[in-house]
């Protein structure tokens, strides 16, 4: 007797369906409190109707109770809603003890009972979402709940009432009073029940308009739902005249701040017409009912119908919104990794020669404005040539990988460009280095290149090695960045001249 048993039903289920719903109330039984709240709620409900929705003649012209339990298992998945139904039902059946006969109050609380479970389960086999938050799920709900479920009850109820009660009325009168009077109250109800059990949404940011016309609305109401004036300045004093700020409150503030104000509303025209206000004119009772509860409906349709439509069209534009976002970062992602794959030697993984002409063409225009030197170093493998023919192109990358390791860790200023040059060439650019840090630096990497002892039988050195050429030029005015290549590689074809495994510094002179 704990949870409600749901039905199977084939097909794929969306995520917004009850069962697969990821919500933290789906996946743990009610709180210990929920089972004290529900009852006194639920007989807090049954005597607010009676007290202001029971007309002189106990016609009803909302009926609220079943609302709870409904919201109670929608909001809580059918968890424990056995003793959720039980709890309720007790409390249905103590607080119609007043009203009726024991057990003429015991059956009207089964069709109650009957009524709300038979809705339950064919909202859930529908697939409708908890939280009635999107305007498919509102339509199962109303065709559903208000619609058939309150028919059955209807007449159920009525069978009850005129076998053990004597009731005068005509069975379709009867029927046409319940079922209208039960659904208004699923209608209205639960999803104002529903609005507010779901965790809060941001806060709405009042305007400067909205104070005036929710104040304007509360006087039309009272004015209205007094019945003391039928014209005012001319203009005839309906309820219908509270539409257009009911619709304004569905636009402003959300189904959350609606379902209450529509709720509102709907008791306090079901109020003023059975205490004799006559809000809707002079007619027979039943009559008057009858429009009581058709502006109670059409304030509902207005106010929880535009209001749901809204929300999920704002849910839906935040959606996009961030399905937009998430894939302008996947795609300033894709672009950056374009951007660095088309600036990146594949083999090694250090810049390319075209990031290498577009890093010196930049420096060197950076120099010639800050007057500063610009030191360019071309390193050459010895005899790679040799070093491919003995041991392969595999070993060739290879080898060229682990150069460019060496470079990479001989090089640390964080302004400094490492690059392959092109085939086993590779070009160091040094930003603001003189003469004497750029050629201290390039030795270095020849004596560390050596010291690694990567094994070429075919050099005279026994190892790979590497020539370095090392130019370094503060931009004149009639020079550019290939001046400082063409330094460079000369003084490269010095080193190689010179007996390779070295790093030599172009001079004036070989300029």
Not at 306 to 322: C, G, K, N
Not at 356 to 372: K, M, V
Not at 408 to 419: E, I, K, P, T
Request: net charge neutral.
């Amino acid at each position: 007797m704990t949870d409600i048993p749901v039905p199977e039903r084939s097909g794929s289920m969306t995520p917004t369906m009850l069962s697969p719903q990821p919500n933290a109330q789906a996946d743990r039984p009610p709180a210990w409190w929920v089972y004290l709240l529900l009852p006194l709620l639920h007989f807090a409900s049954v005597k607010l109707t009676f007290l202001c929705a029971v007309s002189p003649e106990n016609e009803v012209v909302i009926w609220l109770p079943n609302a709870v339990l409904l919201a109670a298992l929608l909001h809580f998945r059918g968890r424990r809603g056995g003793w959720m139904a039980l709890l309720t039902f007790s409390s249905d059946v103590l607080a119609n003890l007043p009203v009726f006969p024991p057990l003429q109050a015991v059956l009207l609380s089964l069709v109650n009972l009957t009524e709300v479970t038979l809705a339950y389960l064919l909202l859930r086999r529908a697939g409708t979402s908890p939280a009635l938050d999107r305007i498919q799920d509102l339509g199962k709900f109303v065709v559903i709940g208000p619609l058939l479920c309150a028919l059955v009850a209807a007449l159920l109820a009525s069978l009850v009432l005129q076998a053990m009660d004597g009731v005068t009325t005509p069975y379709p009168t009867l029927v046409l009073l319940w079922w209208f009077g039960d659904g208004l109250g699923l209608l209205i109800f639960t999803p104002m029940l529903l609005a507010l059990a779901q965790p809060a949404p941001e806060p709405i940011r009042l305007r400067w308009q909205d104070g005036p016309v929710l104040l304007f609305t509360g006087a039309l109401a009272g004015l209205i739902l007094s019945g003391q004036s039928e014209r005012w300045s001319g203009v005839p004093l309906t309820p219908n005249l509270l539409l257009p700020p009911m619709l304004y409150i569905a636009v402003r503030f959300g189904t959350r701040w609606t379902a209450p104000a529509v709720a509102l509303i709907a008791l306090a025209a079901a109020w003023a017409q059975t205490t004799g206000h006559k809000p809707f004119g002079e007619a027979s009772p039943h009559e008057l009912i009858l429009r009581t509860q058709e502006f109670i409906l059409t304030l509902s349709i207005v106010g929880m119908g535009f209001a749901t439509l809204l929300s999920e069209q704002r849910a839906l534009t935040r959606s996009l919104e961030d399905k937009v976002r998430e894939r302008t970062l996947k795609l300033e992602e894709s672009n950056s990794q374009l951007g660095t794959l088309s600036t990146t030697d594949g083999l090694t993984g250090i810049a390319n020669r075209r990031r290498f002409d577009e890093f010196i063409a930049g420096e060197w225009r950076h120099a010639r404005l800050t007057g500063q030197p610009l030191a360019l170093a071309l390193l050459d493998v010895d005899l790679f040539k040799h070093y491919n023919d003995r041991y392969g192109h595999q070993a060739g990358d290879d080898c060229l990988r682990t150069i460019a390791q060496v470079l990479g860790a001989n090089v640390r200023r964080a302004g400094d460009l490492v690059a392959r040059y092109g085939g086993e060439e590779f070009a160091l650019v040094a930003v603001a280095a003189d003469e004497t840090s750029a050629l201290a630096m390039s030795r270095g990497i020849c004596q560390a290149l050596e010291a690694l002892g990567h094994r070429h039988e075919l050099s005279p050195f026994g190892v790979v090695t590497a020539s370095i050429g090392v130019a370094v030029l503060v931009p004149g005015e009639h020079d550019t960045h290939e001046t400082l290549i063409r330094r460079a590689d000369r003084a490269l074809y010095q080193a190689k001249a010179n007996g390779r495994n070295q790093a030599v510094l172009a001079d004036d002179a070989a300029a």
